[in-house]
């Protein structure tokens, strides 16, 4: 199994900046892609931003230019660098990862979300 835990989400005003953490844990044996969704109320859950291994992205086209995504690869870790954050990127998040067990299994793993909030 794999764990994935969140954190960073919160309020701010229009054109303020968060950072969304999500740390991985378990019987890992490979981290092939890890990623933002975000999920407003009545709306659909859709792709923010994921990276691979090796580093490459792919952003919506609602953030691009105002979203970073990053990883660490020895830690595990994904953060989302948020900027010039706007009223409509107000949902929840969710952190995904999807790679390999130990065992040889594929996982996809969703975090717990966390929300944010951005006020007008």
């Known amino acids: 199994q794999v764990q994935l835990v969140e954190s960073g989400g919160g309020l701010v005003q229009t054109g303020g900046s968060l950072r969304l953490s999500c740390g991985a844990s378990?019987?890992?044996?490979?981290?092939?892609?890890m990623g933002w969704y975000r999920q407003a109320p009545g709306k659909q859950r859709e792709l923010v931003a994921s990276i691979t291994t090796g580093g490459s992205t792919n952003y919506a086209g609602s953030v691009k230019g105002r979203f970073t995504i990053s990883r660490d690869n020895a830690k595990n870790t994904v953060n989302l660098q948020m900027s010039s954050l706007r009223p409509e990127d107000t949902a929840v998040y969710y952190c995904?990862?999807?790679?390999?067990?130990?065992?040889?299994?594929?996982?996809?793993?969703w975090g717990q979300g966390t929300q944010v909030t951005v006020s007008s």
């Open positions: 995904n990862a999807y790679g390999k067990l130990g065992a040889g299994y594929a996982y996809d793993a």
């Open positions: 378990g019987s890992i044996f490979s981290l092939d892609g």
